[in-house]
């Protein structure tokens, strides 16, 4: 079975800081791209960011580069992602997401993958 597990979510002025966990199952991990994407109302999925878990590459969209930064512990299979300066435009439901790839597809092909979480809320007010 192929599950992963979020938390980390919450609400937070402009300015803060939230850390979003991801844990995966073994079979999981072992598909060595994992990554997150976010989803707002009215709005198309992004991807936010993504990590080779084998190499340890890391891939940011343009709107959270700076701001954000996705790491993996990989005794615990599990991907963090530290969000820092938040901004109101950061609100979604934010997703983790797993699959099988190396270096840059594990964010070129995020929205794609075929393995996802239950999604962790982000609000962010001004």
């Known amino acids: 079975q192929v599950q992963l597990v979020e938390s980390g979510g919450g609400s937070v002025q402009a300015g803060g800081s939230l850390r979003l966990s991801c844990v995966a199952s073994?079979?999981?991990?072992?598909?060595?791209?994992m990554g997150w994407f976010r989803h707002a109302p009215g709005k198309e999925r992004e991807g936010v960011a993504g990590i080779d878990t084998g190499g340890g590459s890391t891939y940011y969209a343009d709107s959270v580069k700076g701001r954000f930064t996705i790491s993996q512990n990989i005794a615990k299979n599990t991907v963090y992602l530290q969000m820092d300066s938040l901004k109101p435009e950061d609100t979604a439901m934010y997703y983790c997401?797993?699959?099988?790839?190396?270096?840059?597809?594990?964010?070129?092909?995020?929205?794609?993958?075929?393995?996802w979480g239950q999604g962790t809320q982000v609000t962010v007010s001004s």
């Open positions: 073994e079979y999981s991990y072992s598909r060595n791209c």
């Open positions: 997401a797993a699959d099988r790839g190396s270096g840059a597809y594990c964010y070129t092909r995020l929205l794609g993958f075929g393995y």
